[in-house]
């Protein structure tokens, strides 16, 4: 699991993050990515309400009508308090193979802003790719990277 920070500007008081994940199969076998979901802890910030998800782009079959985005409270640790979910209703991998996912994390109102450089899964010095612990990956169910704060 890698990630960059997306566009090169560290979001501080913001009401979107901009998210570039890159999901590596380290595998022999093709990986089928229904079985594949993506964590993604933040702190909800100042007023942040209803939190939601936007695909910029997915560079597996279907594109980006194939990724979902979920949010569930997390028990607060430093740097998150919710996590995002994201999941695919189709698609594979190939082994040795990767695909790239661009999202935006958006607040729902325009009162509320977060600050992305306080999320536990976020790293602002990452402007390429790089493997980030702080992202989980779990492939039917297990967890096969990373690490839940």
Not at 37 to 49: C, N, R, W
Not at 63 to 70: D, E, K, L, N
Not at 103 to 126: I, P, V
């Amino acid at each position: 699991m890698q990630f960059k920070q997306g566009d090169g500007t560290n979001y501080t008081m913001a009401t979107l993050a901009h998210l570039d994940f890159n999901i590596v199969n380290c595998g022999s076998a093709a990986q089928n990515l229904t079985a594949v979901v993506v964590d993604f802890y933040f702190l909800t910030g100042t007023a942040l309400t209803s939190p939601t998800m936007s695909c910029y782009s997915f560079t597996g079959t279907g594109g980006c009508t194939v990724v979902s985005g979920a949010f569930a409270p997390f028990t607060p640790k430093p740097g998150a308090d919710e996590v995002m979910k994201i999941s695919f209703t189709s698609g594979t991998i190939a082994a040795g193979g990767s695909v790239d996912l661009h999202t935006h994390l958006f607040n729902s109102t325009s009162a509320g802003t977060f600050d992305e450089t306080t999320f536990y899964s976020y790293t602002a010095a990452d402007t390429s790719y790089s493997d980030s612990t702080k992202i989980t990956l779990y492939v039917n169910g297990a967890l096969v990277w990373g690490t839940v704060p």
